[in-house]
């Protein structure tokens, strides 16, 4: 099926949230809008921040996109098709394989009882196919980019740092060469320094393999650091899109202006090349 042809690092690959909303609670009077009407798009050439305050649907949204969460009405789109609710096993293999996930919360997205380098090795063999030998020189390249020493990847998940864990989650997403990925407050629980570091990795790696980057975040420094463009959310709607520069420069929106006064100065980010 040609939406789910395998894409090589050439081919521009997009999903779409069309007229989306997404509520939470059976019952109208404690029902939940956290996302309302809303149309976004990314493609694979392209970098895109979305910041908001808490609960403003940030993180719903980017759960509807890689279909983890199932919109209430509206649709997905992947590469032009409009995803159905179930997906054939194959068809979502190659869709996992296009577009990964990478949560904030890590404590309990690892079995316990295996080791981080199994976890990691596991969606190249399941979603590749790559044999043992092809995994393991995938998952070490993969280890090394993200400067994770290969002692630490024979421990389980519990036996490493938070901040240590959250690299293999990387880790393990990366594995797979995903033409999007979708990072959702990956280092918000991080102190500076290796934020600054795993934001390098994530946009280097984004350059070399052809990868669109949807980065969910509250914090505006690090997401103007590592986005083109930006999208700002309140409520479940979108109020504002662009470039990093025009939003930082010549916001639109009060609450945009609002956001960006309570950051001392988002357009130069205490984020660099150094702190690799
Ligand atoms: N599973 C759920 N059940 C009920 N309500 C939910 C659920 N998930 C999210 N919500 C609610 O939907 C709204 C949007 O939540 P969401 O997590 O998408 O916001 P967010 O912008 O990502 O927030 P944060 O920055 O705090 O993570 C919030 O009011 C939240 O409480």
Request: hydrophobic share 40%.
């Amino acid at each position: 099926m040609a939406a789910f042809d395998p894409t090589t690092p050439h081919e521009t690959v997009r999903l779409e949230a069309v007229g989306v909303s997404k509520s939470y609670g059976a019952r109208r009077s404690t029902r939940i809008q956290a996302v309302d009407n809303l149309s976004f798009a990314v493609d694979s050439t392209m970098s895109m921040g979305i910041v908001g305050e808490s609960g403003s649907g940030k993180s719903t949204l980017a759960r509807m996109l890689t279909r983890l969460e199932t919109p209430t009405s509206g649709s997905i789109v992947f590469n032009g098709r409009v995803l159905p609710e179930h997906l054939p096993a194959d068809e979502l293999h190659a869709f996992r394989r296009t577009v990964q996930y990478i949560a904030q919360d890590t404590s309990s997205s690892f079995d316990p009882r295996r080791t981080l380098r199994d976890a990691v090795r596991a969606p190249a063999r399941r979603l590749l196919g790559l044999g043992r030998k092809e995994a393991e020189e995938r998952v070490d390249e993969v280890l090394g980019l993200l400067h994770l020493p290969v002692a630490l990847a024979d421990r389980k998940p519990a036996a490493v740092s938070g901040g240590q864990r959250q690299r293999f989650s990387i880790a393990r997403a990366l594995v797979v060469r995903p033409r999007i990925l979708v990072c959702d407050e990956v280092v918000s629980a991080l102190d500076v320094s290796v934020q600054g570091a795993i934001l390098n990795e994530l946009r280097s790696f984004c350059a070399t393999h052809g990868t669109g980057l949807v980065f969910v975040s509250h914090g505006l420094p690090a997401t103007a650091f590592i986005s083109r463009d930006l999208t700002i959310m309140k409520s479940g709607h979108i109020v504002e899109t662009g470039s990093v520069d025009d939003i930082v420069t010549d916001a639109q929106d009060p609450y945009t202006r609002a956001l960006l006064a309570a950051h001392a100065d988002p357009a130069t980010s205490h984020y660099s090349e150094a702190a690799l």
